[in-house]
């Protein structure tokens, strides 16, 4: 049987993660995670921080913490939020560990015996003051084409004109203010993915089953101008995997370090031994190497749309030019972007709703909802409190949670708190487990096919066929006269319970175990066979009254929200 690997987006260190991010990542991934392992599907699923690079090190500046511990803090905190959401990685690991220092050392030295990696002379700004490089970004002054004085070294944000660090008049360092700043001679390895670009193109040209997003931005890259060009895939910065050939030393490297892009992605692989390592998994090379077993893993990468070119083309780079048996990427999800009330997400701007203040105002369950039958797939979507408002009231609170409790309360008056046991199945109810059938058939379609929003659509489908059911057959009116029929109707409607649960598991897993803990049911697996599904609570079956599942939320609450989260966090 087919084994699934699955990995996120690993989320960068600087800061706790926006909806945008998790959306675009973290959450489809657990969603996907979850369905495939309610299918009884064997599934290794990783994520990690990404913690290496300049921001990286800004972020831990400002904090007035060394760089090391500033990312150390950073990943519990992630990590505890993550757990917050339910995101139910295998293991999360960290960029920074040592499993991703050598593998990342060791795949450079693979690239380099195949003669793909390039050394290039380079001029770059040096600031004495700082003792460092600067990275373009890092530098501003005035703008020789507009006269804008806060213009950045790759671009002016007054009048957009691309720049180079040294066109500025007047530059300085942004970390320290320094205005002496000098061109100094700088050597930096590229890998030469120029000469990969027949192979990537053919390769990508082979996935007609993925995202347009995902191969149109691989075959803009491919093609756009002169086509694919080498990357550098070092930088002059302290915070870093040191630059090594293997566990050799690498000449004219010293104190350099691999850019982030290079080292984040061989994380995956490297998360996979960190499993291993931790005691959780005994086999990483199963998983990852085809000569060691890896044939039979479908491997799937979940991301937002600004990271596809580094999973379509290159890390595909690094796997294909290191000439070692390595998994390459079968299917690539990517998403556009969750947009917050008319504006960007933004980390760097604080700017939008964070995963800690979320899970502060509200449970998990409900963002996962909204967020996944919301999720930016064709296009941008966008956030307001209005739609979060009225989304989750109506399918959480209108129509699932009410459906559960109509039924369960009615069946306690009438009944009591067990599973009634007179009367036959009729038309209706037939008509009803063939309709409920047909949808799951769907919704598993939906789901093999990751289509996120109709996964969502169908589940919310399915649940209000059970609504629809109550409406037209009124127990409550046919218990007057034909007590026996009533009690068919509220034996059918109580089994949609735990089915509903084991659907609903991967968006709304808290929600899903409270309903099999309510209907005191242990192990529901999955209803590969519907009608035989809806008899798994026998007449004389006892359950309980759920607490109120979901709560409306308010228009108070709404509108302090919206307030709340309208500036800028500190
Ligand atoms: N607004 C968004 N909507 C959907 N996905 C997003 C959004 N912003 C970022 N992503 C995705 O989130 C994942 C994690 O991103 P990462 O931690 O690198 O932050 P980022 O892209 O730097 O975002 P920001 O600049 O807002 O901090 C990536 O796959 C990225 O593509
Ligand atoms: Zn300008």
């Known amino acids: 049987m087919t084994r699934h690997l699955i990995t996120s987006a690993i989320p960068y260190i600087n800061g706790i993660k926006h909806l945008g991010n998790l959306v675009g990542s973290q959450l489809p991934a657990d969603l996907y995670a ?52 339910g995101l139910s990685f295998d293991h999360f690991g960290r960029s920074s560990s040592p499993q991703n220092r050598k593998l990342t050392q060791h795949f450079a030295g693979a690239l380099a015996d195949q003669g793909l990696i390039e050394e290039v002379s380079q001029r770059q700004i040096y600031s004495p003051t700082d003792g460092r490089f600067l990275p373009d970004r890092y530098v501003e002054g005035t703008c020789p084409n507009c006269g804008f004085e806060d213009a950045r070294g790759d671009q002016c944000d007054n009048c957009t004109k691309q720049l180079d660090p040294e066109d500025l008049i007047n530059p300085r360092s942004t970390i320290s203010g320094a205005t002496d700043l000098e061109m100094r001679e700088t050597k930096h390895l590229f890998l030469r993915q120029s000469k990969l670009k027949d192979e990537l193109d053919e390769w990508i040209t082979t996935k007609t089953d993925w995202p347009v997003l995902t191969t149109s931005i691989a075959k803009k890259w491919l093609h756009d101008g002169d086509g694919l060009q080498d990357r550098g895939i070092t930088r002059d910065l302290s915070w870093g995997v040191p630059v090594k050939r293997g566990d050799q030393d690498w000449p004219g490297m010293e ?130 409190w209005e739609n979060f408002q009225a989304s989750v009231n109506k399918d959480l609170a209108d129509v699932l949670g009410n459906f559960i409790s109509r039924i369960t309360k009615f069946c306690r008056s009438k009944f009591g708190e067990a599973v009634p046991e007179a009367g036959e199945y009729g038309e209706a109810e037939k008509a009803l487990i063939a309709d409920i059938t047909a949808r799951v058939a769907r919704y598993e379609a939906l789901m093999d096919a990751m289509e996120v929003r109709k996964s969502a659509a169908e589940l919310r489908g399915i649940w209000a066929a059970g609504n629809e059911y109550l409406q037209a057959q009124a127990p409550w009116t046919t218990f007057k006269t034909d007590p026996d029929k009533a009690a068919a109707q509220v034996r059918l409607a109580l089994n949609l319970i735990p089915l509903y649960a084991v659907l609903s598991a991967p968006f709304i897993p808290t929600a899903a175990a409270s309903m099999l803990d309510a209907m005191k049911v242990a192990d529901m697996p999955w209803p590969d066979d519907v009608p035989a599904a809806l008899g798994k609570l026998a007449p004389g079956h006892a359950f309980e009254v759920p607490e109120v599942l979901f709560a409306k939320i308010t228009d108070e609450s709404r509108e302090e929200w919206a307030e709340r989260f309208a500036g800028k966090r500190d």
């Open 34 to 85: 979850r369905y495939l392992r309610g299918r009884g599907q064997e599934v290794l699923f990783l994520c990690a921080t990404d913690e290496h690079g300049t921001p990286a090190e800004l972020a831990a500046a400002k904090a007035g913490k060394p760089v090391e511990e500033y990312c150390a803090e950073m990943y519990e905190t992630q990590a505890r939020i993550a757990e917050g959401f």
């Open 255 to 384: 104190g350099k370090v691999f850019y982030v892009w290079f080292d984040a992605p061989i994380e995956y692989i490297a998360c996979a031994q960190e499993w291993v390592d931790a005691g959780k998994g005994s086999d990483w090379e199963s998983w990852w190497r085809t000569d060691k077993g890896a044939d039979d893993v479908r491997y799937t990468q979940f991301m937002g749309k600004d990271n596809v070119p580094f999973h379509t083309l290159s890390f595909p780079a690094t796997i294909k030019g290191s000439g070692e048996p390595w998994k390459l990427v079968d299917y690539i999800k990517s998403f556009n972007y969750l947009t917050y009330d008319g504006g960007q997400f933004s980390t760097s701007r604080g700017r939008g709703v964070f995963m800690d203040q979320a899970l502060e105002i509200l449970p998990a369950d409900y963002w996962r909802w909204w967020l996944l039958s919301h999720a930016p797939e064709t296009s941008d979507a966008e956030f307001t």
